[in-house]
């Protein structure tokens, strides 16, 4: 869909990536260790002290959870490969992991090149909330592995304390393993983001996953990391070894002063990115799509049958020629293809004017 964009020179509201650059700072920091020589070799296996120091740092001042940097704290090529390491690691052929539907995109690829089976525990419209009881009819001798988003890409869901909970007594009592992607958990814009690492039972069982990317806005810096108990560490750094071995070297310092900016710098961000978030739902809205307003993430899930419209992938395929806007088909994201036929996507992590452009050519639908 960015291709289709390019090519028809349409708004591009379907790829979640910024259109502005993060931090001026955060990019000297990362030109100053290029050109004094930090990183520009290959720097540790697990990711250089400063931010292994960082990320726990952060975890501790956002969430108190305690972790070693030495051994508790890994750095990986953004979230996707600690998405990755984690199921290569963590699986064997024939396991089952439960996730949650709409998958985004590479939760289905690494869990099959794991050799293992995914089980999607669908999130439903209106609200996309998790059914509690139907996950647990979902539990068999042969799950492993729960694989939780949130905040969830693409509807938006936040889950909620209880909700969290329940899935950690269910992970306790089946003795399951949870990979938690919190890539989103500075866009959380209402009641906070909560890692289930810091409930009851959880700490040795969960990999905690997130990246620099989302919430300083260097997607392209790829620089994630994973935190958990020392023996899951090692296990996927075990498979991360044999994938990029190492990476992003210099940008890792410049990562490390971002995890450390003010409080200011995260309120803001959370609060320029609500307000980015009413602009669009609400040309959404007007537009005559049904719209869904999101918890948190880039993201607003909307349905196309208040008009007239029945198919989200055609719908999005000819969307550029009607509006010269694009968006996402969320029927990518699904297995039960009827649950997100009608279902599109379109992210607000944009300017102003980016989307209040987009809004007027909307209108014309």
Request: proline share 7%; glycine share 8%.
């Amino acid at each position: 869909m960015s291709a289709l964009a390019t090519s028809t020179g349409s708004i591009n509201l379907g790829q979640g990536f910024p259109d502005t650059d993060g931090p001026a700072g955060i990019a000297r920091a990362a030109a100053d260790a290029v050109l004094t020589g930090r990183g520009n070799q290959y720097p540790p296996g697990p990711g250089v002290p400063e931010l292994r120091q960082a990320v726990a740092e952060h975890q501790r001042r956002f969430y108190g959870l305690d972790w070693d940097p030495d051994t508790e704290v890994l750095v990986t090529a953004g979230a996707t490969e600690a998405i990755a390491a984690a199921m290569l690691a963590l699986l064997e052929p024939g396991d089952e992991v439960i996730a949650f539907e709409p998958f985004y995109d590479s939760y289905a690829a690494c869990i099959a090149m794991a050799g293992a089976t995914r089980v999607p525990l669908t999130l439903r419209a209106p609200s996309f909330r998790p059914d509690l009881d139907e996950l647990r009819s979902l539990i068999t001798p042969r799950t492993r592995l729960l694989l939780v988003n949130t905040p969830h890409n693409p509807t938006g869901l936040v889950l909620h304390a209880e909700e969290l909970a329940g899935i950690a007594r269910l992970a306790v009592e089946h003795d399951l393993l949870v990979v938690t992607d919190e890539v989103y958990e500075h866009l959380a814009f209402s009641g906070g983001h909560h890692p289930i690492a810091a409930l009851p039972g959880m700490r040795e069982r969960t990999v905690s996953i997130s990246s620099a990317g989302k919430t300083f806005s260097f997607t392209g810096w790829k620089v994630g990391w994973v935190t958990a108990a020392p023996a899951l560490v090692s296990a996927v750094r075990t498979a991360k070894q044999y994938l990029t071995y190492v990476s992003a070297g210099p940008f890792q310092y410049a990562v490390a002063e971002a995890l450390r900016l003010p409080d200011s710098y995260f309120d803001t961000l959370r609060a320029d990115l609500r307000r980015k978030r009413d602009l669009l739902a609400d040309g959404l809205a007007a537009a005559g799509f049904g719209v869904f307003t999101p918890e948190g993430t880039y993201f607003i899930t909307t349905d196309i049958t208040p008009l007239g419209e029945k198919d989200g992938l055609e719908f999005c395929r000819s969307l550029p020629a009607r509006c010269g806007v694009v968006a996402i088909p969320n029927v990518v994201f699904y297995d039960d293809a009827e649950a997100g036929r009608p279902l599109v996507r379109f992210t607000f992590c944009k300017q102003d004017a980016v989307l209040e452009e987009a809004v007027a050519r909307l209108q014309r639908l």
